[in-house]
């Protein structure tokens, strides 16, 4: 194991110079938790709590939700979970969270934007990972989809911090929000990139339409720019940023993103072996210089051959 350890194939994530990237995993469903659990990975990058308020009527109560969230911290002992609470609205339509009647839901109320129109549903659920962190060895963060101005996030982290929940973040999945980072990164602890939404509303291309996948594309170097925006404005004040999106999978990409500037990428679990094996073998300024290559690129496809062609060279 400490062999493996030294030659990057397991534990903590590491460049070949040893600068620390946080691997963590994407966890969506209660009969995912087993596999999560058992990754070698620092904890959970991105808990998708919507699975619990799918397919009903009402929205679970506390007790339920606190006893589902419970059982999560407790596969985490001693490891960290970042919470996002209830992104309803869009591609994940609640009845009694989201409206029918909306003619863009994905420009509509949605995520955070839900909590504004009803409180009650952000404050139970507050309540009931506030009361599942109660008494767990996990590292309980907390944060927001869909966060648009800094005023949504400063509001998210009072309420999170009034629960007794020390952390409080912001999910970047907006444009304006990636813009805008070092006053979201003012008023919140981290940042996580939701880059399959960041692209979504960066190209205004629904995320699920096969005929936008060029433009869905997360080598596009104009989500790269956004990406590194975030990353800057965060390390300017000290705030760890995330990646949990999609992109996050991606070898390749993920060298790109931390020699951007990204702190932790959350995946599949599946996905973490060729991403870990992929940062021991490049330095941070390797990773640097190919992010570099992926920006000054003119689309995304050059992005990806010229970072592959540099990572073919360096062999
Ligand atoms: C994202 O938008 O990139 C993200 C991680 O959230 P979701 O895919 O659940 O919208
Ligand atoms: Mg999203």
């Not at 006893?67 to 009845?95: H, I, M, N, Q, S």
């Not at 009650?120 to 966060?147: C, D, F, H, I």
């Not at 599946?270 to 190919?290: F, N, Q, W």
Request: net charge negative.
């Amino acid at each position: 194991r400490r062999r493996e350890r030294e030659r990057g194939v397991s534990g903590p994530g590491r460049t070949a110079d040893g600068h620390p990237v946080g691997l963590l995993v994407n966890l969506g469903a209660l009969a995912e938790l087993d596999g999560a659990a058992a990754a070698d990975a620092e904890g959970v990058g991105l808990f998708r709590t919507e699975f619990l308020f799918l397919d009903r009527a009402e929205a679970p109560g506390q007790a339920e939700q606190t006893a589902a969230y419970r059982r999560v911290f407790e596969a985490f002992t001693g490891r960290k979970v970042v919470v996002r609470t209830l992104d309803a609205g869009a591609d994940k339509p609640l009845p009694f969270a989201t409206a029918a009647d909306e003619e863009n839901p994905a420009l509509g109320v949605r995520g955070l934007r839900t909590a504004t129109r009803d409180p009650e549903l952000l404050e139970t659920q507050l309540a009931a990972v506030a009361a599942a962190a109660r008494g767990s060895a996990a590292e309980v963060w907390v944060m927001a989809p869909m966060v648009s101005v800094p005023r949504e996030a400063a509001e998210f982290a009072a309420r999170v911090r009034a629960h007794g929940l020390p952390l409080a973040g912001a999910m970047v999945e907006v444009p304006a929000a990636a813009l805008r980072a070092g006053r979201l990164a003012e008023v919140c602890d981290f940042l996580s990139i939701g880059t399959n939404d960041l692209s979504q509303y960066t190209f205004a291309a629904d995320r699920l339409l096969a005929p936008l996948a060029a433009l869905l594309d997360p080598w596009q170097p104009a989500l790269l720019d956004l990406v590194a925006a975030t990353a800057g404005a965060g390390a300017a004040l000290g705030r760890p940023v995330g990646v949990c999106g999609e992109a996050a999978a991606d070898p390749e990409l993920a060298l790109v993103l931390v020699g951007l500037g990204v702190n932790s990428l959350s995946m599949a679990p599946s996905c973490l072996p060729a991403v870990r094996a992929a940062l021991a073998a490049h330095t941070l300024g390797d990773c640097r210089e190919l992010a570099e290559l992926a920006r000054t690129a003119a689309d995304a496809e050059t992005a990806r051959t010229l970072v592959r062609r540099s990572m073919n060279a360096e062999l």
